[in-house]
């Protein structure tokens, strides 16, 4: 019956490829035409034919959009435009049947090794990764190349290379012109990247990390290993594109696909500059694609790092890379109410919670009490999946032998814990309660002095308030904990009051689960404004989130 209706659609459409609408031919051959829109019918026949073995035939990915559709040739990344910078780029298409391949094994592989979630109906608008546009084939491409390195049975990888600053020589010089030329990138332009790589985008990634790995390390690294460098530049100019609103992406997807080129060869390598490129250009998806299609976009560097055997624990620029990834996994875990991808215990190596929790909790350094509260964030999820409590889609592994207040309460008081032995860089430098009477300012302030104090207590907020509201009714406490209200005001309060976009990238989450808790009408304002402030400055989507719940709101919204 399915297949029928695809084949009777085919039938009465004529699809044009550059335009979104079609033309719908009477019977009787006669030129009376009316203008419909089926796009939603072309893209369902698309993942229709993607998802079916049967149906998987060469031409499932055939052509490309045409580029009028994909990218605006008169205009650039707005911020960069006024200088000049940006040169209209074309990129090389890539083999339409190669595209196939790789989408099928990439697909086959996720089936076996992850739970990330079938093609969900979020992922038939997955912001630039359109059906046939080169974004997607070229995230089709590197998926299925780091899976297959990840199920590679070669037993061992190169260690950290030396960070040492390269001399500068005629190859270099060379290879260096080459790889700009490639890119169609000008010495300007590559300026004006690295200025915002490092001002803005480097202190997200660094917002757990007082050691600034992503700043400080990264940067230097890129320079011996030309695939970081182009992920890293990649990254820069879809952030400015985001923020600026640009409808041309050319100028991110010349430096995506360059970082592409020169990184699919080297993927076997499986070296620490590697791992960095691949969680570099997981950032640029993040940034780029539908949030409710993120864990698509992740299990590829999931199934890579659990391959090299890299956790919170590993210490230097490989710590640091397995947080970076850790926050989005929990993001993406939160959107999606499914597992992390890396499962817990690969989390820190420890033969069980008990042992985790007491190697957190010798590290004295407090950007791991921040990486500590994100470890227990993903025990909740956890707890919560495994015990059906969220929808799983696959329901398999459902805990049937487990006993759920027992988890509970042992996780809750490691919550709570972390909360109260938080050490002094952990809280709050002022907070001023709000009067209530101010309408225009519905929560408290509180204000924290760096990055791993922000997120890390919004972080906690979020976790407490999902474990009280999916508490055991008959739990009883020796002490009352803070209800479920005052946790969600202060996950919009630490939003509010804090500016850090780093941040301000990881709320979007936070922010969605204590609205729903929110019923006044300045309250609802307060979030809603947050929202499009933190898409407006930092170019993080968060509209999706604000539309969410103006739609669970209602009519509560005046």
Not at 32 to 55: G, K, N
Not at 479 to 499: E, F, G, Q, Y
Not at 501 to 525: D, F, R, V
Request: aromatic content about 8%; glycine content about 4%; some cysteine.
């Amino acid at each position: 019956m399915r297949q029928a209706a695809i084949v009777n659609r085919r039938q009465n459409y004529q699809v044009s490829r550059v335009s979104f609408g079609a033309t719908k031919v009477n019977a009787n051959g006669s030129n009376t035409c009316q203008i419909v829109d089926v796009t939603p019918e072309i893209i369902r026949d698309y993942f229709d034919e993607t998802v079916s073995s049967e149906a998987m035939t060469d031409n499932t990915l055939s052509g490309q959009v045409d580029q009028d559709t994909q990218m605006t040739s008169a205009k650039t990344v707005s911020g960069l435009e006024k200088q000049n910078m940006l040169a209209h780029y074309s990129p090389i298409a890539a083999t339409s049947s190669a595209i196939d391949t790789s989408v099928a094994q990439a697909d086959q592989a996720s089936d076996l090794l992850f739970s990330s979630p079938q093609l969900s109906d979020s992922v038939l608008e997955d912001g630039i990764f359109l059906p046939g546009s080169q974004y997607q084939e070229l995230h089709a491409q590197l998926r299925s190349a780091i899976i297959d390195t990840a199920r590679s049975t070669v037993p061992s990888r190169f260690g950290t290379p030396d960070i040492v600053e390269q001399q500068p020589t005629a190859t270099y010089n060379s290879d260096d012109e080459e790889s700009r030329r490639l890119a169609h990138l000008l010495p300007e332009q590559e300026y004006l990247l690295w200025q915002n790589y490092i001002n803005e985008v480097a202190p997200w990634l660094d917002k757990f990390d007082n050691d600034r790995h992503f700043e400080l390390v990264l940067p230097m690294l890129a320079k011996s290993h030309a695939h970081l460098k182009y992920s890293l530049l990649a990254l820069s100019a879809r952030q400015l594109e985001r923020k600026e609103q640009a409808l041309d992406y050319s100028c991110s997807l010349a430096l995506y696909q360059h970082a592409i080129h020169l990184l699919s060869p080297l993927l076997h390598k499986r070296t620490t500059a590697v791992l960095a490129s691949c969680i570099v250009l997981c950032v640029l998806e993040m940034l780029s694609c539908a949030p409710k299609a993120w864990r698509r976009h992740l299990d590829g560097c999931a199934a890579l790092i659990q391959a090299l055997n890299i956790s919170g624990a590993s210490g230097g620029l490989e710590q640091s890379l397995f947080w970076v990834f850790a926050r989005m996994d929990i993001c993406g875990g939160l959107i999606s109410s499914e597992k992390t991808l890396i499962p817990m215990h690969r989390w820190l190596g420890g033969l069980d919670i008990a042992v985790d929790i007491a190697m957190l909790n010798t590290q004295a350094r407090f950007d791991m009490c921040a990486n500590h509260i994100i470890y227990l964030c993903g025990r909740v999820v956890d707890l919560l999946c495994s015990s059906g409590k969220w929808e799983q889609r696959r329901r398999s592994n459902l805990l049937g032998i487990v006993d759920y207040t027992s988890d509970w309460i042992q996780l809750f008081e490691l919550v709570e814990s972390w909360y109260e032995s938080r050490p002094e860089e952990m809280q709050a430098l002022i907070t001023i309660p709000s009067s209530g009477q101010d309408a225009g300012k519905p929560f408290s302030t509180i204000f924290f002095g760096n990055g791993p104090a922000t997120s890390g207590n919004q972080m906690y907020h979020t976790a407490a308030l999902l474990m009280l509201k999916y508490k055991p009714s008959h739990v009883r406490f020796a002490k009352k904990p803070h209800s479920v209200l005052w946790h969600a005001r202060h996950i919009c309060a630490i939003s509010i009051s804090n500016a850090h976009h780093g941040c301000w990238t990881n709320s979007t989450q936070p922010l969605w689960i204590a609205g729903q808790q929110m019923s006044h009408s300045s309250e609802h304002k307060a979030i809603l404004e947050i929202y499009e402030r933190i898409e407006r400055e930092t170019g993080w989507a968060t509209k999706w989130r604000a539309d969410d719940l103006r739609e669970f709101w209602g009519d509560l919204e005046t």
